[in-house]
Structure formats: C-alpha cells, structure tokens
C-alpha cells in the first residue's frame, strides 16, 4: 500500500510535469516554423520520448537514496533549430518560457482541483488528509 502511495504522490506527478513542460518546449517550436523536434518525434505527451535515463532516474532516485533535503533532476532537452524560426528573436523567448509557463500552468490546475476533494468518496478524502498531514511532517520541512 506505502508503493501505491509513493507512486501516486511522486512519481505520476513528476511525470507528468516532465512530459507537459517538454512537450510545451516542442509544440512552441513547431507552432513558430521549426519542426525539428516534431520529425524526430519529440513533439508527444508520451513520458517515454523525454526520459532522460541518468537525469530523470538515476540521479533523483540518487538523491532520494542519499536522503537529500531536495530532489533534482531534468530530462531530455527538446531540439530546437532557432534559425529555423519564422522569427528567431521572439521566438527563442517563446520557445524558452513554454516549459516553465507549463508548470505554472500545472500548478495552477493543481491547486484549483484541491478544492474539490470534497467531492471525493470517503477513502479519497481519507488518502488526502493523510497526503495533507504526511507532507507537513516531512523530513525536509522540520527545522534544523
């Protein structure tokens, strides 16, 4: 049951935040003339085209090992050819914002659902509340 948890509160979320922030770099790109990273596939919310094996593996799951206070870790980059850009000027701005305009986005959606665990049946709102408290006693939020 502690593996579901742990997968349901990690892992799915990371996940999805890499697939989204990457992806965004790619559908910007494309959007603006360079289709670069839609040949080589890289343009997709499939989480398997962006996993870096070192950066988005190995390396958090280092971290957590190790017991680090914070996780890090990346994934694949997205190509992007900036010449290829109907204007490369603005366009590496756009193309570059995309990712992190994602997660701001994410974060948003995130932090509105919250509201409507209520709605959740009992053992979800059971699941919540635990999530809620489990994340108030953490190891890297205790002082000292």
Known sequence: MELIYIISIWLLPI??????????????????????????????????RHIDPFGTILLPGLLLLARSPFLFGYAKPVPVNFGALRNPRIGMVLVAAAGPAMNIGLAIVAALSFHLSVYLPVVGA?????????WRRSPSSKPG
């Open 15 to 48: 996940l999805v935040a890499i697939t989204f922030h990457e992806a965004a770099h790619g559908y910007v790109a494309c959007f603006l003339g360079d289709e670069t990273a839609s040949r080589l596939g890289r343009v997709s919310l499939n989480p398997l």
């Open 126 to 134: 059971q699941w919540a509340a635990s999530l809620s408290r489990r």
